[in-house]
């Protein structure tokens, strides 16, 4: 067994599991996770979009928390995990413990390797999620970049609109994110490994409608 104080330490290069605490939970409850976190060895995130490990743990019970059809957000997990991990004397699987009652990630399994360092968020495959919003033209991208289930069927009307602010914001996004890594903003790919990135504004938007947003307006 792992002794208690590096129960939340990384096997694999000895570093601090990372957590972020979301905001909202009441002030005992928080001040006895981040003392439960940090006295088993992990550590404690304020920003996790700039943690490419860190897991994001809520309140509420697993599966209690309702995903948009639409919706990049990433997933979270119930803070019941800290307390089950010290319970068993071991880090147990996270996928049980997600809020929402569906992965934003085409292997879901694997988001435990996220937590253990073995992979980053920007690794898993997301799923791209398609709403009667879409537009023909971003229905036509997602068949073209072979998106499951996408090639089939007539290509349904309507469209998620943007606005003036999401525009912005779009613009914001690129000018933080677009020269840090080889992917330019121009590929479709930079949109999908970046989605956890999103800000709450831009999160509705399936990535591939704001690489098309990006190349035709902006």
Excluded at 69 to 76: E, G, H, K, L, W
Aim: with cysteine; hydrophobic share 40%; net charge positive.
């Amino acid at each position: 067994m792992v002794p208690a104080s590096q129960l939340f330490v990384r096997t694999g290069d000895g570093k601090p599991m990372e957590f972020h605490l979301e905001a909202g939970l009441p002030r005992p409850e928080r001040c006895r996770l981040q003392a439960l976190v940090v006295d088993h060895g992990g550590a404690l995130v304020v920003n996790p979009a700039r943690c490419p490990h860190a897991v994001t743990l809520g309140a509420g019970a697993p599966g209690s928390l309702p995903r948009s059809a639409i919706s990049d957000r990433p997933d979270t997990f119930s803070i019941q995990f800290l307390d089950e991990c010290v319970r068993q004397g071991r880090v147990v699987d996270l996928c049980p413990f997600r809020l929402q009652p569906t992965s934003l990630y085409r292997r879901p399994v694997r988001v435990i390797d996220v937590l253990l360092g073995q992979c980053a968020w920007s690794d898993l495959a997301v799923v791209t999620a398609l709403s009667e919003s879409d537009s023909d033209d971003e229905l036509r991208l997602l068949a073209a970049a072979g998106e499951p289930g996408r090639g089939a069927g007539p290509l349904r009307r309507g469209r998620l609109r943007y606005s003036h602010e999401k525009d912005e914001a779009l613009v914001r996004f690129v000018a933080k994110h677009g020269s840090q890594q080889c992917t330019p903003p121009t590929a479709p790919k930079f949109w999908q490994e970046r989605a956890f990135l999103l800000p709450a504004l831009l999160a509705d938007h399936p990535p591939l409608s704001l690489h098309n947003r990006f190349l035709k307006q902006l």
